[in-house]
């Protein structure tokens, strides 16, 4: 028997060390005690060391003008988060494990002043023994971070990074370094008593013609006394299937022939969901512990583009049979410090996505797994996730490592987020990376040609999917194909399958148009356009001079840099001097642009499979960048515009779907 209490409940406080003054009790030349830096100051539990800073003032807004420069002394501190633990946890149990399910990024844990485990990885949850060094009462609980990597950012090496950290808060185009450091997902405390389910992991498969779906449970015990484990289906708290099977220390079922009703992505149906609940029974058929999932059933089948080459991958998604044009967006975290968000935040912003017609959400890969009540809210609201594992371009060079230690390190990262996420029916496919790529002619160094499932990582990575989750698909990178990035000079050469950009455009809109109207690509899946935020953000969020709108500016510079417009907007006889003029020509020209390029793929569809706008929203306040949401939910134009193509146009169609001839 299993019971669990969430540790964000009690009182917790955070004191701030220069590194190491943490560890020794006293001064080693006067015996004096050592005091904390910063603190000690009330917390809550999850936070990012930042956000409790800014709450007890110690921090300016880093959101403001350049103050995100005075934050980076964060980072090079170590951070003490400390609790005392409750007293009736301690008695009449076997065991008593901690269980932490996002620690940021490296540090150690210590119980009543001992050290009893460290832990080095943003990506992977971490659980800890804690019953050989409780005491009978009074018992401390002390997670100390340590040193965070240097240089993760988005200019780099991509082979040569060992640190399994969040990449984007290193700086990248959207956000400048605000490098989080804390306790970033749940923490929970876990007593058991006898028998109990160690591991569990489960999936569904749906057929659409029977109407009928199957749970497929993989689980480990401790202990052996228990003699079955009984898996149950319920709908609305009805059973509807029950099934028995006898029990070991590891084991693997299936229950099927379940008559259900199907789970659809938004704008295609009801997202039905049901109840799986796992009982371990003792030999009286007591039952001696329950685990529960909710789940859906759905089918995915991924069938090829209408005269597609014969060596593209199939890029339309046939959603419970029904072709289904992808509208998506690329999700990148609400903000640079997402241990502080809540289920509020996910749901506000996930139902702006899901009223905007948005059926698909692509999780780049320089972030994280997102957290369960994400993929919660995702199935409830119908929206389709493509999770990408924690492997980025890095400019310089994209080449993802071939090191042994390092594959057998996204191997461990790879199987965690499968059998965490693979339950929900949201998610449909699993990525090994963003622009993993090397030179056109085959050189590791370079951009042009996207990796391939020949490179020994993404061996690995197909390896994996096809073992833990056998029914989702996997791509070794995004972009796929021969070729990273479409260009018009090459249309009519069958080189543009899965292809990213383009992300600006500095002509006039009538080109920006015959681009698409010619396009031949199979699937867009980052697409972008620059455009500012408004007026009254731009006025909040500086504190010196607005305009002019270039790398002069510092404001521009600080977070913008990479989208400046301001030689276009002259160009095309914008006013220097007026803010409201070159907001609206930029916003609206954002939006005109997008607009378009929703509009001519929808149109194309089945000769492609669907479109991603890079990016939904914005972490930061940027004042000029590719996001449709401001970083404080405000939507730009271009988000209502493209919100009015995505909604217009059925989702679904039922084509034939043909493959191109040999020679044709």
């Not at 240097?150 to 290193?170: C, E, H, I, M, N």
């Not at 007593?191 to 497929?216: C, F, N, P, S």
């Not at 449970?217 to 028995?244: K, L, P, R, S």
């Not at 521009?556 to 002259?570: C, N, P």
Request: glycine share 8%; charged share 20%.
């Amino acid at each position: 028997m299993r019971q669990t209490f969430d540790l964000s409940t009690l009182t917790w406080t955070l004191t701030g060390w220069h590194p190491w003054f943490w560890k020794p009790h006293c001064s080693m030349e006067t015996g004096a005690s050592l005091l904390p830096a910063v603190g000690p100051i009330l917390v809550s539990i999850p936070s990012s060391v930042q956000q409790a800073l800014r709450d007890a003032a110690l921090l300016p807004d880093w959101q403001h003008g350049l103050n995100s420069l005075n934050c980076e002394w964060v980072e090079h501190r170590h951070w003490v988060y400390e609790t005392d633990l409750p007293d009736d946890w301690v008695a009449s149990t076997d065991h008593v494990y901690l269980d932490c399910a996002g620690l940021d990024f490296q540090g150690c844990l210590l119980v009543n002043g001992i050290e009893i485990g460290t832990f080095r990885n943003t990506f992977l949850p971490h659980h800890f023994d804690l019953t050989p060094f409780l005491l009978p009462r009074s018992n401390h609980l002390t997670i100390v971070f340590t040193e965070n990597p240097p240089a993760l950012g988005q200019v780099g090496f991509t082979s040569q990074f060992r640190d399994w950290k969040a990449r984007f808060y290193y700086i990248w185009d959207f956000t400048p370094r605000i490098v989080q450091t804390g306790i970033w997902d749940t923490i929970t405390l876990t007593a058991t008593t006898g028998d109990a389910i160690e591991r569990l992991a489960l999936y569904t498969e749906y057929d659409y013609v029977t109407q009928r779906g199957t749970v497929i449970v993989d689980g480990a015990c401790q202990h052996t006394g228990a003699t079955a484990v009984e898996i149950a289906v319920f709908d609305a708290g009805h059973e509807i299937a029950c099934q028995t099977f006898p029990v070991s220390s590891a084991w693997h079922h299936q229950v099927g022939d379940i008559p259900v009703k199907p789970w659809n992505p938004n704008a295609s149906g009801e997202q039905q969901q049901y109840t799986v609940e796992i009982r371990l029974l003792a030999s009286n058929h007591q039952v001696v512990d329950t685990e529960r999932r909710r789940v859906g059933f759905r089918s995915i089948d991924w069938q090829p583009c209408t005269n597609a080459p014969r060596d593209a991958e199939p890029w339309i998604c046939c959603i419970n049979g029904a072709p289904t044009f992808l509208k998506g967006i690329n999700w990148v975290p609400l903000r640079p410090t997402f241990a502080d968000l809540t289920e509020t935040d996910y749901r506000e912003r996930l139902t702006l996505y899901r009223d905007a017609g948005v059926n698909l959400l692509r999780i780049w890969s320089g972030a994280v797994l997102e957290k369960e009540v994400f993929y919660n809210l995702c199935d409830e609201l119908g929206l389709l996730v493509w999770q990408e594992f924690p492997q980025c371009s890095s400019w310089l060079e994209n080449w993802p490592s071939e090191d042994p230690a390092r594959i057998a390190e996204i191997h461990e990262i790879a199987i965690s987020y499968i059998t965490r996420r693979q339950h929900h029916p949201s998610l449909i496919m699993w990525c090994g990376g963003n622009e993993l790529q090397g030179a056109v002619d085959g050189g590791k160094v370079g951009v042009g040609k996207p990796i391939d499932r020949g490179h020994p990582m993404m061996v690995e990575l197909a390896d994996v999917v096809q073992r833990y989750d056998p029914t989702r698909r996997f791509t070794p990178t995004s972009p796929t194909g021969p070729t990273f990035y479409a260009v018009d000079s090459a249309y009519g050469q069958d080189v543009h399958h899965e292809v990213h950009g383009p992300w600006d455009h500095s002509g006039p809109m009538e080109s920006w148009q015959a681009y698409w109207d010619a396009d031949d690509a199979l699937f867009r899946s980052e697409v972008g356009m620059p455009g500012s935020c408004s007026e009254a953000l731009l006025e909040r969020i500086s504190d010196g001079p607005i305009l002019p709108a270039d790398n002069s500016n510092p404001l521009w510079r600080h977070s913008g840099s990479t989208w400046i417009q301001w030689t276009t907007y002259l160009t095309e006889g914008g006013d220097p001097d007026d803010l409201q003029v070159y907001v609206t020509w930029s916003q609206q020209r954002q939006a005109e642009a997008l607009a378009y390029a929703a509009q001519a793929c929808q149109r194309r569809f089945p000769a492609i499979g669907g479109i991603i706008f890079w990016m939904g929203h914005d972490a930061f306040p940027c004042p000029v960048g590719l996001s449709l949401i401001d970083a404080f939910g405000n939507p730009k134009p271009a988000f209502w515009a493209i919100a009015r193509i995505f909604r217009q146009q059925p989702n679904c169609v039922a084509p034939p779907v043909a493959t191109k001839s040999e020679g044709v």
